[in-house]
């Protein structure tokens, strides 16, 4: 148990040399805490498959949680459990999913997920992977979504989630306020101009950019910088019509309306990316509304398909588990007489 640590035990304990214990009760101590990581620790060492060859594989992944972001239940002694989608959470996912690979990491435990997952994304045209609570670490009984196990680039990565206790590595996270049921909420709509310029820009590491946002209103402050941006645009957009006005007649000249003038300023970088992003939303939904009944058509044949393999007896159920063919789940005993 004290043995030197070689490069397959740094790996799993997701550790490097530097930080290794370097004496021999350390790494006894090490690896007796190693026997209960089954326990505390992600079902898998690596929650994602690896990325995607170019340029099928989106550059940045979006993390977002279930409870109070994207849906909230209620219970009352009429209806017993609801769970109430967002306003907006369908266009949020839909939108952004363009921009990135979009992973659901949720708390809760895959069967009752799955239910609420199936109604947000019935085709599976937007999430890419979803992730449960076997998926998280146990820190003193609480689950946490640790990040370093998802196999991706953490510079390239925005965990959403309306828990903080939940989160590893605040330097990647966004924690918004929890959504209680209000009809009239735009919080996860707002959140949307930020993301998406993120994924526009493509910044080199998205960490200093959520830590410059840290504690704050994000699309409150965003909003502003957008729209100084914008203000710094038209200022030079003018400065450079002014250059080009002092060597004689332009055809704004003619005009003097404020609305030809402000329908001739060419839009931003951020401005033009986003319309093209919006014409291509559109043309996705009405795909998606030209197809329904084919999709429609296509799980209810998986579920049906699904249903036929499914044992429908003890025996057949027993004979499945032990890995027996059809024929053989049946005892001798309990099959029909034939006819004589």
Not at 16 to 38: E, M, V, Y
Not at 205 to 230: G, Q, S
Request: hydrophobic share 35%; proline share 9%.
């Amino acid at each position: 148990m004290g043995r030197e640590l070689d490069e397959d035990d740094l790996k799993e304990f997701r550790m490097k040399r530097a930080d290794a214990p370097d004496d021999r009760w350390g790494r006894t101590k090490l690896r007796i805490s190693g026997l209960f990581n089954t326990f505390t620790e992600p079902i898998w060492p690596e929650l994602l498959p690896p990325p995607l060859p170019a340029p099928h594989q989106k550059p940045y992944t979006l993390l977002v949680s279930v409870d109070d972001l994207l849906v909230t239940s209620t219970w009352d002694r009429q209806h017993g459990w609801r769970t109430a989608k967002r306003p907006g959470v369908d266009y949020f996912l839909g939108y952004l999913s363009q921009f990135y690979e979009v992973v659901v990491f949720t708390t809760q435990y895959h069967y009752t997920a799955i239910p609420v997952l199936e109604k947000l994304d019935p085709y599976q045209f937007f999430i890419t992977y979803k992730l449960f609570r076997d998926a998280t670490r146990s820190v003193n009984g609480q689950p946490v979504k640790d990040l370093t196990y998802l196999n991706r680039d953490l510079s390239k990565v925005v965990l959403l989630d309306a828990h903080a206790e939940h989160v590893a590595q605040p330097e990647n996270s966004i924690i918004v306020p929890k959504w209680s049921g209000n009809p009239g909420d735009k919080g996860l709509v707002a959140l949307i101009p930020f993301l998406e310029s993120i994924a526009i820009y493509k910044p080199p590491d998205v960490r200093p950019i959520l830590e410059a946002y840290h504690d704050k209103d994000i699309p409150l402050e965003y909003a502003k910088k957008e729209a100084e941006a914008k203000q710094k645009h038209i200022e030079e957009w003018e400065h450079s019509r002014k250059g080009l006005s002092k060597g004689g007649f332009t055809l704004s000249g003619l005009f003097s309306g404020s609305a030809l003038h402000q329908s001739s300023i060419p839009p931003t970088y951020l401005e033009q990316k986003r319309q093209e992003a919006q014409l291509q939303y559109r043309e996705e939904q009405a795909y998606i509304a030209a197809n329904k009944e084919n999709f429609e058509r296509m799980i209810k044949e998986e579920q049906e398909a699904m249903a036929r393999q499914m044992p429908s007896t003890f025996w057949g159920a027993a004979g499945a588990f032990l890995g027996q063919p059809p024929s053989a789940n049946v005892p001798e005993q309990a099959k029909p007489a034939s006819d004589p």
